[in-house]
């Protein structure tokens, strides 16, 4: 498996409370995702990075922001969390662009608001 | 809203039955491809396809890309108990967004 590791795995917070989430890799790749998944809606990408400090936004970004100060760190925030947060996040990495790049998972973080 | 679709979202097959899931993008695709998700676990990686009427085989699976890249399916021979789990579609929809289907969960009946 690719050297990805997402902390914390599992958090239980409340409404209102900043939470941030880390997606840290050993592989040296440039690109990093950060995905939420929800049933029936499968895997919907948040943010997305293409280099330190080159990022933009995904499909379902509103109510987070994200960094990327190190190649091998990408951070997950949730200003000030709700309910409708609730689900797990996926960081993935990838070599190449979306062209030629396969993706590989973290374990997953599991948030639940309050 | 979705951008890339797949039916059906669950799929109940007996042990050695076959199964499908079809994945339909609103836009062309320059490549599509296949991850499986097991229960609990992460997604990973099965196969890219990246050519107009593409068709790849890993032993019981077979995929394949639609003339237009804009459609593509998975078809599993025969399942068995290990082919349990959810199986996704992703493509890049736009730039270095890469959109994933909404998935078809699949049980094996022993």
């Known amino acids: 498996d690719a050297g990805i590791t997402q902390s914390p795995r599992h958090k239980v917070t409340e409404t209102g409370t900043p939470v941030t989430l880390r997606c840290h890799q050993t592989e040296n790749h440039r690109y990093m995702y950060w995905y939420r998944q929800d049933p029936g809606h499968g895997l919907r990408l948040i943010h997305y990075s293409y280099g330190v400090k080159d990022t933009d936004k995904g499909e379902v970004s509103d109510g987070y922001s994200v960094s990327r100060s190190k190649t091998e760190d990408f951070l997950l925030t949730l200003e000030s969390a709700t309910s409708s947060q609730t689900s797990v996040y996926f960081c993935a990495i990838s070599e190449s662009a979306t062209n030629t790049g396969e993706l590989f998972f973290g374990e997953g973080s599991r948030l639940t608001v309050l | 809203g979705q951008q890339v679709m797949q039916i059906p979202q669950y799929q109940h097959v007996q042990e050695g039955e076959d199964f499908t899931t079809y994945c339909n993008s609103s836009t062309t695709l320059s490549n599509i491809q296949w991850y499986k998700q097991r229960p609990g676990g992460h997604p990973v990686f099965l196969i890219q396809l990246v050519k107009s009427g593409e068709v790849k085989k890993q032993k019981r699976l077979t995929f394949q890309f639609g003339e237009a890249k804009k459609n593509s399916s998975l078809h599993i021979t025969a399942t068995q108990t290990t082919d349990v789990g959810t199986y996704f579609c992703?493509?890049?929809?736009?730039?270095?967004?890469?959109?994933f289907g909404t998935g078809t969960s699949l049980t094996v009946i022993p």
């Open positions: 992703a493509g890049p929809v736009t730039g270095n967004q890469f959109y």
